[in-house]
């Protein structure tokens, strides 16, 4: 969790408390590190812009990573 937050600040070049989308395409080298291919980023903002604000809070961002990290299994989906 520490490292996605702190991923998430350096993200934010401008110290804005969100990560607009020029940050986000010009920093998705940094997602890389995370084991996130670049594929996926290319359509990770716009599915995880919620409120469609243009740019992502860090709760936004962090359930992003996570999700993408971690996708749903089937034995989830028997959960549900």
């Given amino acids: 969790m520490q490292r996605v937050e702190d991923l998430f600040e350096e993200m934010d070049e401008d110290n804005s408390g969100t990560i607009s989308r020029e940050e986000f395409n010009s920093k998705t ?3 890389e590190r995370l084991g996130l291919d670049h594929s996926t980023m290319r359509l990770a903002f716009e599915l995880i812009d919620d409120d469609m604000s ?22 989830d989906l028997l959960v549900v």
């Fill in 29 to 31: 080298q940094l997602l």
């Fill in 54 to 75: 243009g740019a992502l809070e860090m709760q936004e961002f962090i359930h992003m990573v996570f999700r993408l990290l971690h996708p749903p299994s089937s034995q």
